[in-house]
Structures are given as C-alpha cells and as structure tokens.
C-alpha cells in the first residue's frame, strides 16, 4: 500500500481509512464461496469417498471399481446409455436446428405460437414423456391398437432403447431449440450480402455463412443435449424395460438393493462424461462471447414461398405432434379404464386406493417450488451481484464463479445421492479427531429437497442474472459510493428494479423445474413430505398408470400457469419499464 | 509547481500504479490550488483515468500519496473522501427520475422531506434543469443527462469535483456549451475540478493548468498558453495542435540549426541542447509569400497542394536541403493571405520561419 509521508499533512482516525463497505462485500463473497463449497464440494468428495469404501466402511481402495467393470450386466450399461445420448442428441439437434431456423430465418407465420409449443416439454416431468408413450406405443397404445381398433395397429416394440429415445428427443428437442434459436438471431447480414454479391449458391452460403455463425451455439446445443439424455432418469424408468443404463441402474443400486457403494461407483462413473462435455461447452461458451460483441447488421429474414412453405409444413408438423403427445396424456388421464371404458371424467384425479400420496404430495411440491424460486432467486441474484459487480477481489470472484456455474455438470441423482451421504453422514474423522455434521438436522427435511433443487439449478439461474447485471452501468456502484450510499440501498433502489425481468425469470425457472424434476429428490424425500414427481414415479411402479399420468397433468398444469403468472407479471414490469423510457 | 504550502489543496506526491507487469502510473506529482480546474489530457491508455480513479480512492496507488486539504487521504475509501465524481456514461439511474438521481445521495442526511426538495430543486436550478425534475434520465437529452450527473455529484459539496471524459458522449454544439457551462459554474462554486479528457480543445478552454500525460508518466504541467507556446517535447507538440519536425545539428556559435545545406536561425536559448536536436514551428507560424522576399530563415519551397480548410488554408510544400532531397512543411495560412499572395499548387514559393517561433527539441534515440 502507501508509503505515507506522515511528515506533512494530519494523519487520519483509523476510523476514516476504514472501508466498511469493502469488508462487508469481502465477508459476503467469501460467504458466497463457503456456501458453494459446503453445498458442491464437500458433498461430491463426500459421494467419490464413498466409492472407495465398501459397505461396511472398510476402505478397498478402486476395488469396487473392479467390481463394477468385471459385472457384465453393469458394464453394459455404460453402452447402452452412451447409444442412447448420441442418438436422441443426433436427432432432437437436427429437429431443434430446423425448427430453430424457422423461427429466425423465415417468414413463416405464426412464430410465437410454434415456439410456445415446442417449449411445452419443458414443464412436464421426463415421466410424463414415458407415460404418454405407453399410451400411444405401447401394449394397448392409440397407435399399437389401431386406434381402439379403428384401423390396423403397429407396434414399434416402445420398451427399451426406442422409447427411451423418444422420450429424451422429446425432452431434449426444446432446449436444442432454443439454444440453436439463440445462435441463428445473432449474425452478421452483411456477411449474407457479401456471400450473394459474390454469387455463391445458396448450399455454399449455408456452408460458409451459416454453419460456421452457429458453430459454437451447435456445439452447445449438442452438449446440452448429450448430458440432459445422459442423465435423465424419469423416462427410462417408466419406458425402459429390461434395458438398463446408468441413471435408472444408480436408482436400482440404490433404492432397490440398498448397495449404496455401488450407488456411488456407478455415479462417478456417470459424472465423467458429463463433467468433460461441461468443460467443452464451457470452453465453446467462452469464445461465443467474442462473437457477439462484433458490431453487427441484424439480418431480417426476406419472404420465399418455396423455403416459406417447407418450413412451415415441418414446423407445423412438429406442433402437432408436441400437441398430440400432450392430448392424448390430457385424454388418458380423464378416461375411465383405458382402452375399455373410454367415459370421461376425472375418477384419476381423486388418487384413492393408488400409493404415492395424492394432493398431499401435489401441494409439497407445490411449496418446495415455492420455496425454491424465493429463496433460490434471492440467492442467486444477490450472489451474482456481488460476483460481478464488486472491485477487485479478482481471484475470490472468480473462484466463486467457477463453483456458481460448476452444478450445470452435475446430474440431479448424482447430487441426490451425494446429499444422502452428505447429510446424513454423523459427523467426520480426521486424525482421531471427530468433528459432528453441522448440517445433519437437514435431512429428511423440506429443506433438503429446496436445497437440492436450488444447487440443481444454480448455474443456469446465475448466468441469466449475470447476464442481466452485466447490461448495467458498471459505474452505479462507484456513483453510491461517492455519494456515501451503502451498497444494499443502491441494491435494492436500482439494481434490483432495474433486473426485475431478469428476476422473473429465474424464479419461473426456478418453479418450474423443481416442480417437474425427480432425479434430486427421489432419493432425498422423506415418507412424511411425499411429493408430486415421486408419487408419479411410485405410481408408475405400482402399475397405476392413469393416475400417474394424473398426477403428470396436474404439476404440467402447475407449471403452464406460474408460466402464464410469469407473462402477465414480466408484461407489468414492462410497462413500468416502459414509463422509464417513454419521450 | 511553484505555489506555496498554504495554497496547495490537492497535492498528488510521487504514485505509481500497476495491474500485474503494466505500469499504468509511474511515479506522477502535481498539485491544486482551491477553485482550480485542471485538466488532464493525453492519447488513450496513457494513464489519465487511473491517476482520476486513484484521487478518488477507486484504485489505490502502490505508492505514493494523495492529500486534501493537508490531510493524508492514501487509504481512504471513495465514500469518505468528499469527491463528486462524474463518468463518461454519466451512470445515471434508469429507474430514478432527474430529482430523485440529484437526490440520491443526500436522502441519508436530509430527513426532512421539505428540506431535501428544497435542496434538489437549487441543484437543479444550479445546471439549469428546473422544468425537467420528472423525467426518467431516458426521456432526457444527452445534455440534460449531463447536468442531471452533474447536480448529482456536486450534491454533497463536495471538496473535490472528478469529471471522467464528461463531454465525449455529446453533440459537438452541445459540448461546446456545455464546457463554457461547466467552467461557468466551477468558477462560481469555486469547486476545485479535475477533468480527464482527450480532446485537446476541451481541455484549452476550459482549465486553468493542463496536466499532459503520457504512457503513465506526466510529461508537462502548465497553463494552456504554455503548453501550446512551449511545449516541453515532440510529443506534447504534436498532441497538442500540429507541429513541423526536422532533425539535425546545432551549431551553437551561430545559433543556427543545419540539415543538408540549410540554415535556421534560431531565436531563443540554445544552451540546453546537444550537438543533434530536432527543429519544429507549428503550420500557422509559418509565412508564405510569392514576391521576391529575402533575408534570414526565408526559403524557397515548391508548393504541391493548397488544402481549403474553412477558415484557413492549408499549404503542403517540400523544402529542399540539397542533394535533391526535401524535407515535408505545412503552413496554415489565412483566407485572406491567400488571396494576397495567389499561392496555389505545383508552383514555386517563399516560405518564412521566423526565427523566435522555431522550437527546439532535444534529439530522441
């Protein structure tokens, strides 16, 4: 610091060099990255310790590794989960890439329409996916019987490696979507002047022009979806018969024959491929930002009947059958006893004489993801701003953002299970000296399911807030405190305010997802706080499946109306935004 | 730096500043008196935001220290040093009306809601906003917004006003009256200001002392007049208006400068420069004639191109020095010297350098 010359001048009270403020934002960071650690890290060494004991906590070194690898009928399933991912990601990125160039790159009409469409998956449970399919595909499906015999049927043999294809294409198609959605808007159009000046066919400009524009938001989309198909549990579980991949054998390992161990191995083993396709996303992220700081023409699509017209038959196309996959779950729910009774009604909604535990656990799940998006939202904004708007502290910040952003590698079983070990464990032994687990009150609680959707979905939460404070003057901070104003006020008076839209967002998303996701919380939830995706799942099991596909139709209901909550509030805010900036 | 202890206000001593191996600030100094406005100019990346952001507390020097009003405020916070501070972008809050931005700062001391409006409203008055105390800052003009960031940082009263660049992102009209405004109002207040900025223009008619800088470093330190009349190098020179170079030998008996077979007569103190030295005059010092003027430092040049600038015009010639080689000069001479003499391109002319207007620099390796 300053070699002060004491010589001349007053020296100061030591109260007048103190930066309160500073400290504060130190401490609050350093929390941040406590919080991180104690929630991420400690929990994944927790679940990778653990796979090098045995059951009886004798220490075998990579033996259970061995095990693993020499027990065929689990080895296979690396192979299996493997072909599956590649497949569902071939096809859902090229669906999602042609959907996605419509949106962008067409006159079709209707866009808005087909878009919130193609988005419907996201706010139904992965189980539902499978339950839908058994009703079109399987033994006695629409499409299997013939519509109730209207026409020849056909079977499409759904259990196994197509269903659960299918069910991961649905599931994966709208983030491929949007991704790719995304990396189409943002070009250059005078790089597709230049190519047409040049006079090169419209192949070559494909080839040259538009590829390469979206190389980073493909690889991406690709990755994303690679890790969702990887990792998906629900619809295999329902859909995948005899056909066993790493997801639903962790499950197995775990709930069905308590080898907890071997929960573990198989876990670990799951994580590595994820953990390298985050890393090569992240990588591919990086260099994207690059590319859309460049001054650039926005290109407005020009109308062609002939492209026009394609893509709107396939766009089209698609909806229907997002549509038509959701309808028919919609009419199987409300019928009396498929395919028999064919009466409407909504006899599967009462939930009596089927386990899992009916509106009780509807309404748990509707307060988890309460309280998920509120104190999940609080958290990862407020974390995102002192991360990306306090002054130097560069290597702490940092640090902090790489394990902010660090759970998008982390499958939700593989956190389920590591919170298991985690929070139940008693306490540690380090040297003979033994210290409790503050966090063991936890388990079995409400607290622990909202703690495990929170780190489930942290990192995509914190890149939109980050995105979002990022469009801020990054001089407010120095303006307040110039003018002596704590930070928390200019928080809360313009920062806050200004990123409500942002904020929104997050919360939905927050809602959402802890709604529909099973993977997390079916290894967490305790018999006293039942939920709604596991009770679809146990349903499921127990051979219930109208009133799992019930249940399904109620946390998708939930869902679309937060959804719909979410545009009036977002359109609100708008408005009140607009009356910022009206002349 | 020739003012006296007691009228020193701001004194900057001996900082330096780094970011990893770079050295944004190497070892500046410089002092204020009360109610003076300084400006501190320089190319980009030479260090003049950084000097700005370590007087306010922003970036704290690795060495050195900075006083105000004789205290030694080095590691002090920016929120406990009394500085009003306004930025380039002007950051104003997009959510907060004009009033409420003005006011931002003072609602934690003044609790009486009359009294705060009272306070807001002479602000406003102060920068001449009175009617637009409602608007959003997006609804404002560029201009507006300006004084908007202005009323703001002077809120407080503070003891020292920082100006970032604060007429870049404006109108070339409006910055013009804005820096009469400004200046205006500094005076007024007898706000002592520093203002960092890149345009040389601005920062003429606006400061009492000029502080150029460059690569980290203070180069020169003066009034406006001194800079531009005797700038302390080739690079002041030329940042500061445009300037003539030609390297060559002193002869120090005659008090001439050679390159090739010719001979400036140079009128001022020679002492300080060695046996190689670089010779400069700036374009509007130079004369240019077409009769048959004779007599010291007057050469024959060939004109190539006579440049209609407005109000001047601009003479590009090349000066031979033997051997059939020339040496590049430009003269900016007034519309109504041209016409007198009728100088156009491709022909023939004198040129006249007259000898107390000829700089001169010391040879740079």
């Known amino acids: 610091m300053a070699q002060a010359n004491q010589a001349a001048g007053a020296a100061l009270p030591a109260a007048d060099t103190f930066d309160r403020e500073l400290w504060l934002k130190r401490a609050l960071i350093l929390l941040v990255s406590a919080w991180l650690v104690a929630v991420v890290i400690l929990p994944l060494i927790q679940l990778l310790s ?12 990579l033996a259970n590794y061995v095990e693993y690898f020499t027990t ?25 890439f042609l959907f996605a160039y419509a949106l962008t790159r067409t006159c079709i009409p209707l866009k808005g329409a087909f878009r919130g469409l193609a988005m419907m998956p996201l706010f139904a449970p992965t189980l539902l996916n499978g339950i839908a399919l058994i009703y079109l595909f399987g033994r006695k499906g629409l499409i299997t019987r013939g519509f109730f015999g209207a026409i020849p049927g056909f079977d499409i043999g759904l259990y196994g490696s197509t269903g659960i294809i299918i069910s991961e294409v649905i599931f994966t198609f709208p983030q491929a979507m949007l991704i790719l959605s995304v990396a189409l808007r943002m070009t ?147 019928v009396k006893v498929w395919p028999y009774k064919l009466e409407l009604g909504l006899w599967h909604y009462q939930f009596r004489g089927t386990g899992g535990g009916g509106y009780g656990a509807f309404f748990n799940s509707v307060r988890m993801a309460c309280y998920s998006a509120v104190v999940g939202t609080a958290v990862t904004f407020f974390s995102a701003y002192l991360i990306e708007k306090s002054r130097g502290m560069r290597a702490l910040r940092q ?63 914190f890149l939109t807030a980050t995105t979002a404070l990022k469009q801020l003057d990054k001089e407010f901070e120095t303006v307040s405190e110039s003018l002596g104003v704590p930070f928390h006020i200019t928080f809360f008076r313009v920062t806050v305010p200004v990123c409500l839209p942002a904020i929104l967002e997050i919360a939905m998303y927050y809602f959402v997802n802890s709604m529909a996701t099973v993977s997390a919380v079916i290894f967490l939830y305790s018999a006293d706080i039942p939920l709604a995706s596991v009770a679809i799942a146990n349903m499921d099991d127990a051979g219930d499946i109208a009133p799992a596909c019930a249940m399904s139709m109620l946390v998708v209901l939930a869902n679309v109306a937060v959804r719909l909550l979410y545009g009036l509030l977002t359109r609100k805010v708008n408005r009140r935004t607009q009356a910022w900036t009206r002349r | 730096m020739t003012s006296t202890e007691s009228e020193t206000y701001l004194s900057v001593e001996r900082v330096t500043k780094r970011f990893g191996a770079f050295t944004a600030l190497s070892d500046v100094s410089f002092t204020a008196r009360r109610g003076e406005f300084l400006s501190i100019l320089g190319p980009s990346g030479c260090g003049k935001t950084t000097i700005l952001r370590a007087v306010a507390g922003l970036e704290p020097q690795d060495e050195g220290v900075v006083r105000l009003k004789g205290r030694d405020v080095s590691t002090m916070p920016v929120s406990k040093r009394h500085v009003g501070i306004v930025f380039q972008s002007y950051a104003l809050f997009p959510n907060l009306s004009a009033r409420d931005n003005v006011a931002y700062g003072l609602r934690k001391d003044l ?89 040389q223009e601005e920062a003429m008619t606006m400061a009492d002392r000029i502080l150029i800088m460059n690569q980290g470093r203070l180069v020169q330190n003066g009034s406006p007049s001194d800079i531009y009349e005797a700038p302390a190098s080739p690079f002041v020179a030329s940042f500061i208006g445009s300037m003539n170079f030609v390297s060559g030998d002193m002869h120090w008996d005659s008090r001439t400068f050679h390159r090739g077979n010719l001979s400036v007569k140079i009128d001022r103190d020679v002492s300080p420069f060695g046996k190689e030295a670089v010779a400069a005059i700036r374009p509007e010092d130079i004369r240019v004639s077409t009769n048959g003027e004779a007599g010291p430092n007057v050469f024959e040049v060939e004109v190539d191109n006579v440049e209609y600038r407005g109000p001047v015009y601009r003479v590009t010639m090349r000066l031979p020095f033997g051997g059939g080689q020339t040496l590049p000069l430009v003269a900016d001479i007034t519309a109504d010297q041209a016409r007198r003499t009728g100088v156009s391109g491709r022909t023939r002319a004198k040129a006249i350098l007259p000898a107390d207007r000829v700089h001169l620099f010391r040879a740079e390796a």
Request: net charge positive; glycine share 8%; with cysteine.
């Open chain 1, 72 to 96: 065929p009928e689990l080895r296979r399933s690396i192979g299996n989960s493997v072909f599956v991912s590649v497949t569902t990601t071939v096809i859902s990125v090229t669906l999602g």
């Open chain 2, 111 to 199: 609790k009486d809601r009359r009294a705060l409006a009272e306070r807001v409203d002479k602000l406003l008055a102060l920068v001449g906003l009175e009617a637009a105390g409602n608007k959003y800052p997006s609804q404002l003009s560029g201009g507006q917004q300006q004084r908007v960031a202005l009323a703001r940082a002077l809120a407080l009263s503070p003891d020292l006003l920082l100006l970032d660049e604060p007429l870049s992102a404006l109108d070339a009209q409006v910055r013009v009256m804005l820096r009469a405004e400004i200046r205006a109002l500094t005076q007024r207040l007898g706000m002592t200001t520093i203002m960092v900025t890149h345009d």
């Open chain 1, 188 to 334: 250059d159009a005078r790089l597709y002047e230049a190519s047409q000046s040049m006079g090169a066919s419209r192949l070559r400009t494909f080839l040259t022009v538009t590829l390469p524009g979206v190389k980073y938001g493909l690889i991406s989309a690709i990755f994303v979806c690679f890790i969702l198909a990887f990792t998906d549990f629900g619809a295999p579980k329902v859909v995948g018969g005899q056909y066993n991949i790493l997801a639903t054998d962790i499950y197995k390992q775990v709930i069905g024959q308590q080898n907890f161990t071997m929960g573990a191995v198989v876990s670990v083993v799951l994580l590595i491929p994820t953990v390298l396709a985050f890393v090569v996303d992240r990588i591919a992220q990086r260099r994207q930002v690059a590319l859309i700081q460049a001054k650039s023409v926005p290109l407005t699509p020009k109308p062609d009947k002939q492209v026009d017209g394609f893509y709107l038959a396939y766009c089209s196309f698609i909806s229907l059958l997002i549509l038509a996959f959701f309808a028919t779950a919609a009419y199987a729910s409300l």
């Open chain 1, 399 to 461: 640090t902090s953002y790489f394990l902010s952003i660090l759970p998008l590698a982390l499958p939700g079983l593989v956190i389920g299970l590591a919170y298991i070990f985690f929070f139940n464990a008693p306490g540690w032994t380090f040297g003979g000296i033994t210290i409790p687990n503050p966090f063991n009150w936890l388990y079995a609680t409400m607290g622990i399911l909202v703690l495990s959707n929170i780190v489930h979905f942290y990192s995509v939460s």
């Open chain 1, 50 to 61: 653990k796979s090098l004991f045995d059951n009886h906590g004798v220490f075998v070194g």
